[in-house]
């Protein structure tokens, strides 16, 4: 628009996902050549040269710069016979979502019209009740957020190692989740990400893992057992909060921050160790 204002939620995203720049909002000031506004071209294979944009972070006075070689290109969505769905992202590789809500089973592609499939799209099989079992392929690198919030029937899954983030609340409300198998590329445990999943009853968190957000496990109300890997940083706001029952916990001596109300309610718990350097 006039103001040089990033409207378009779709933008929006996209430039959060792959830019690096998480805190943008339509009140971000946003300038260079070519910048959208309502009536800017988003046919298929459209795209914006983003090369000279500068980003003003509301919180901060120093600018991000666009990089990823500064192009960013628009595909139409493209269904498929299965419900799948497809948009090709600014790197030639594609992004999956869907609109069904009665699966059963997904089977993720690796590659779609012979390109990587790369990531799973925020919401993508939110409240998918009557899934039970998921098969997402080593191409993924991103799981966004609430990806499969409340699949209340989903029992076990297991996330490739390929995946680098998961999103908040991605498993959120997976009231039969009871196994799950991390990526060891994960660095953040982001927040609720499994939250109110209370069927869970053990976790070992990979080593590359140096922080836990908030609500993380909060409400995992059958989690026994967790291991945390050796070079965790962080512990967030109420992250095990209400996690009943948690016996025992052994803190790394790596952990310099624990959140507040981070084991608030967990009833069983009679051994939890506090490194030196917690703040």
Known sequence: ???????????????KKYSGVSDIDEESII????????????????YIDLSTWTFYKRSH??????????????????YTTDGLNFSLLYDGTYEVGSQVKTYKT?????????????SIVESAFAYCSNLTSVSIPDSIKIIERRAFYCC????????????????????SDCTSLAEFTISSGIKSIEEGTFYSCTSLKTMIVPESVENLGDYAFKDCRSLASITLPSNLK???IATFYYCDMLETIDLPDSVREIGERAFVSCHSLTYINIPKNVK
Do not use: C
């Open 1 to 15: 628009d006039q103001g040089g204002k990033l409207t378009h939620a779709r933008w929006l995203d996209t430039i």
């Open 152 to 171: 209340s029937s989903l029992t076990s899954i297991t996330i490739p190692n390929s995946v680098t983030y998961i999103g908040s609340y991605a498993f």
């Open 106 to 118: 997904i089977t993720i592609p690796e590659t779609y019209k012979g390109k990587p499939v790369t």
């Open 61 to 78: 006075d120093t600018p991000d710069i666009w990089s990823n070689e500064g192009k960013m290109y628009f595909e139409k969505t493209e």
């Open 31 to 46: 300038s260079g050549e070519g910048a959208p506004n309502e009536s800017a071209d988003k046919t298929i294979n459209s």
């Open 234 to 236: 962080t512990i967030g």
